[in-house]
């Protein structure tokens, strides 16, 4: 057993170990001494050591002990009990073989039933105990946290549909007295009672249901099967749904549809982005077809046919025209229309047809 032995404003635990032979050996060992110390502790004077003694075992296992009131079992059960207590005392006195020792151990994390002629009347926590030979017998039943995993639980769905299921349960025993006399091999009938229940929730659910609410569907199952095992002494801690194997036909199907699901989000994204781009368009067409948009256009082919008959070398009789910026430009419309592009002459006489004249000197209006 080590006992560690901290020091104040140091990086280390002294341990104290003791071998076989009884000498007493500290070591170091190095740990972090932020954290405040709690705990039951004592403070040797002399040293400066802090001594914290272990935390206690109570908290580790419950406490079953219990006794009932013994029947009077008559002169010759009592005669029985007496040389029985005389046979145990001479077995630990004379350590003969051909003796019972009537002292046996439960070890932690088990509890020990004893019986007197048949008749259990006492439940013993771990440690020594006492038990008479000839009229008392001990039986251990462990009450530690337990597991059962229940693999390849053939279910059918409420849709018709057959799943493989693998799950564990995880019990305790709380009354041991119950499940050692009153259920004969209790974790076989476990497992029967955990399938049946497994079968029976499954069966009341769809495949979709059982797919995406399986952590529902498990507490479920535990307190219906909770309900049985509290009448036998068993605590049901918690039951676990691990995996779940579907038909490979299903599999496929379920693929498909996943991929039909991809591309047809994939549609709705790209005819969204057709949908708003349409829009865009049909809104620049508009602010295209105004009357600010048709003016701009026509002094720009304007220029454009000026620089046409700039670049010809033709030198045509200049008429000073202020525009509306301060430019001025001139030319005659003979000229202009000689070096116009066909675009130009289109946005003209589309400007001519609608009437449009506002804005445009009068040299440059074709009046048909």
């Not at 990086?11 to 071998?19: A, R």
Request: a neutral charge; aromatic letters at 6%; glycine letters at 8%.
């Amino acid at each position: 057993m080590s006992l560690p032995l901290y020091t104040p404003n140091q990086d280390y635990v002294n341990t104290q170990t003791s071998d076989n032979k009884g000498d007493i050996e500290l070591t170091k060992t190095r740990v972090k001494t932020s954290a405040p110390i709690t705990g039951s502790s004592k403070i040797n004077d002399k040293t400066g050591i802090i001594t914290r003694a272990p935390k206690s075992n109570e908290g580790m296992q419950l406490s079953f002990a219990f006794e009932w009131e013994t029947p009077d079992n008559g002169f010759c059960g009592s005669l029985v009990d007496c040389f029985g207590s005389v046979v145990g005392a001479l077995g630990v006195i004379l350590f003969c073989s051909c003796l019972p020792n009537p002292y046996q151990s439960v070890y932690q994390g088990s509890v020990g039933l004893i019986t007197k002629f048949g008749k259990m009347y006492k439940v013993a926590d771990p440690g020594l105990i006492k038990v008479n030979p000839l009229s008392e017998k001990l039986y251990v039943v462990d009450v530690k946290l337990r597991t059962m995993e229940i693999p390849d639980q053939k279910c059918l769905t409420k849709d018709n549909v057959r799943i493989v299921l693998t799950s564990v349960l995880y019990y305790q025993i709380f009354e041991p007295h119950i499940i050692y006399f009153s259920v004969r091999s209790f974790e076989s009938t476990l497992k029967v009672r955990a399938r049946s229940t497994l079968r029976q929730v499954i069966g009341a659910r769809n495949l979709l249901d059982v797919i995406e609410r399986r952590e529902e569907i498990a507490e479920s199952i535990e307190e219906i099967i909770a309900q049985t095992a509290d009448s036998w002494g068993i605590r049901i801690e918690s039951f676990v749904i691990e995996d779940l194997t579907l038909p490979p036909s299903l599999l496929k199907s379920l693929a498909m549809a996943a991929e039909a699901k991809r591309i047809g989000e994939s549609k709705i994204i790209q005819a969204t982005a057709e949908v708003k781009s349409a829009k865009l368009m049909r809104k620049a067409a508009d602010i295209l077809a105004s009357k600010p948009a048709i003016n701009g256009n026509l002094y720009q082919d304007r220029y454009e046919g000026e620089q046409l008959i700039t670049v010809s070398g033709e030198a045509p009789s200049v008429k000073d025209i202020s525009g509306k910026h301060g430019i001025v430009v001139g030319a005659t419309i003979d000229k202009l229309l000689e070096g116009a592009s066909t675009q130009c002459l289109q946005n003209i006489n589309l400007a001519m047809k609608n009437g449009e004249y506002a804005g445009i000197p009068d040299d440059l209006i074709i009046r048909g």
